[in-house]
């Protein structure tokens, strides 16, 4: 058939003419090497175009495969051509949906919606994802097809698109790692995330080690909440703090603990917007609740966020301390803040504070002197 890489007229009308499967596959490959390199004249460039759009065409699913390898690259591939081979079965279809750069977002979601989901991973595995793409393949892929494009570091994931991951496949361990893995977490996902994690992990406890359900879930609500803090110590924008809060809130994990362990640990803004969001009162108004001299404010304040009645003396000497202590008493900066903050409120109890049963204080020291042990694990708020 002569030189295959080199598109003729009389080639052309060899194609036309139909000859066996192996040398149109053997075409396909040499003409689409042809065009992806790009070193074809405008005349053979033509020709060359001509071709793959008849073997884009061919009865023969290997021909076509064949062709769709070849010109996976190319940016001289017609765009009819490409959707031709976009639109073919899978195997012939993925190479081009792959690499393919003459496809447009408009193109993929069109491939996305047609609910092949060998297509659709095929796009989650591009190098670059689209914002809008990657959201239509999150909502209509397999779990498969979201776990390859939340581990895809070229896919565009906001925060919308990867909630809406956790809410189709939170639960499933092979979404965690790539999600995990990403170079960037939104506060509130990374939270979502802890969470799931942790139910996994109190499940394996209870199953593993014989845990009573009720001892695993404080041992994975510990964890859960130092976690969490520690998010939060890696964020600035108090926008995202108020947002994580208020989510937490409506998923019940805005516990009394995680205020308590946030005022022990000197994060003060988390708590205060805790506080807040539970009481159902403006954020300036706990904020001045909280640094009322008379600690009147602060008390009614715990008492209307609804803190249990056991918890309120640590929770009201946890947020004294806090207020009290300044960065200037700690030659470690934010690390040793935390630990005076806490020493300060076991020698509160320690003293014996007004108004709490002994039996409370043996249980408020014990749960100080955990928040105490498990702190160095936490990374400390930033100063």
Do not use: W
Not at 208 to 226: K, W, Y
């Amino acid at each position: 058939m002569g030189d295959i890489t080199k598109p003729t007229e009389a080639l052309l009308a060899r194609l036309a003419a139909k000859p066996d499967k192996a040398a149109r596959t053997d075409v396909a490959a040499g003409i689409g090497r042809a065009l992806e390199v790009g070193t074809l004249s405008s005349s053979e460039r033509t020709i060359a175009q001509d071709i793959v759009r008849h073997l884009a065409m061919d009865v023969e699913r290997q021909v076509r495969a064949s062709l769709a390898k070849a010109v996976r690259a190319s940016a001289d591939l017609p765009h009819d051509v490409a959707m031709a081979l976009a639109s073919d079965v899978a195997a012939v279809a993925a190479p081009i949906l792959t690499d393919s750069m003459v496809l447009t977002d408009q193109d993929l979601l069109a491939i996305i919606e047609a609910g092949d989901s060998a297509k659709q991973l095929a796009v989650a595995e591009r190098a670059h994802v689209s914002e809008s793409v990657a959201e239509a393949l999150v909502e209509r892929g397999d779990e498969d097809v979201v776990v390859a494009v939340v581990a895809n570091p070229g896919a565009e994931l906001g925060e919308p698109a990867l909630g809406r991951a956790l809410d189709r496949f939170g639960d499933s361990p092979r979404l965690h790692e790539p999600m995990i893995g990403r170079s960037e977490l939104p506060i509130n996902v990374a939270e979502r995330l802890v969470s799931v994690v942790s139910e996994r992990l109190r499940e394996e406890l209870v199953k593993r080690h014989e845990l009573s359900p009720d001892l695993a879930a404080d041992l994975v609500l510990d964890g859960r909440e130092r976690a969490t803090l520690a998010l939060i110590s890696d964020t600035e924008e108090p926008a995202q703090i108020a947002k994580l809060v208020a989510e937490m809130n409506a998923h019940g994990r805005l516990t009394d603990s995680i205020l308590v362990r946030a005022a022990c640990t000197g994060d003060l803004s988390f708590m205060e917007l805790g506080l807040a969001v539970r009481a159902g009162v403006p954020i300036v108004n706990a904020q001045a609740l909280v640094h009322d001299v008379g600690r009147k404010g602060l008390a009614a304040l715990i008492k209307r966020a609804g803190v249990a009645e056991r918890d309120r003396p640590v929770l009201r000497a946890a947020v004294i301390a806090a207020c009290e202590a300044e960065l200037g008493d700690a030659p470690g900066g934010r690390e040793r803040f935390a630990e005076i903050v806490i020493e300060r409120v076991l020698t509160t109890f320690d003293a014996g504070e007004a108004g709490v049963a002994e039996e409370d204080a043996e249980y408020l020291i014990k749960k100080l002197s955990t928040y105490s042990d498990t702190r160095r694990e936490t990374p400390s708020p930033r100063a």
